[in-house]
């Protein structure tokens, strides 16, 4: 019940309507949100680090390949940034050990920091990113093949929620993402 509740919600907007229906039960002291938790951390978070999360957020919830966070990131914080998100546990690590995934969002964080305000222009980065990687002659290269299809439930995610946005206005990234998601 609780998985179909967070489905028309998210994660946070459900959890914190279960805070909400707590409160009257446990005292004030023992009880915070998910939300207010998720902001303090947050708000601790370097600005780079901030606007690099809420970018990585916009992708699946699946392991980001090291060569798209190279897209995404600007190379002068890249190795800051990195170390940030993984230490204070934005993102987790590679289990792999192949050195070639950088590591993943959970959906509970990305799901937070849809609702935090952000720059129109971080979708349009994630897209111009993906499209950078996954560019025509890649396919051509078996020795990105592996990278590249970790790449791909990236460009699906991003396809599917450009499709379903009323109000954006750039409709080239749809074609471009649908191109890639294809």
Sequence with gaps: ELLELAKQV???GE???Q???LRNSIPGYALHGVTESLRISYDRLPAIAQRDARIIARLAPEPVPLV???EL???DSLTEVRTVLRARSWIVGDLSGTGQIYGRMHRVLSDFLESVPSDDRELEIVCRSLGAVLE???CKDPTRWKELNHCLPHADHVFDRLATMDDFSDWSLVVIMGGKAG
């Design 73 to 75: 990131v600007p190379q």
């Design 19 to 21: 805070h909400v229906a």
């Design 10 to 12: 998210g994660p946070v």
């Design 15 to 17: 959890l914190d309507r």
């Design 136 to 138: 025509e002659d890649a």
């Design 68 to 70: 798209l966070l190279k």
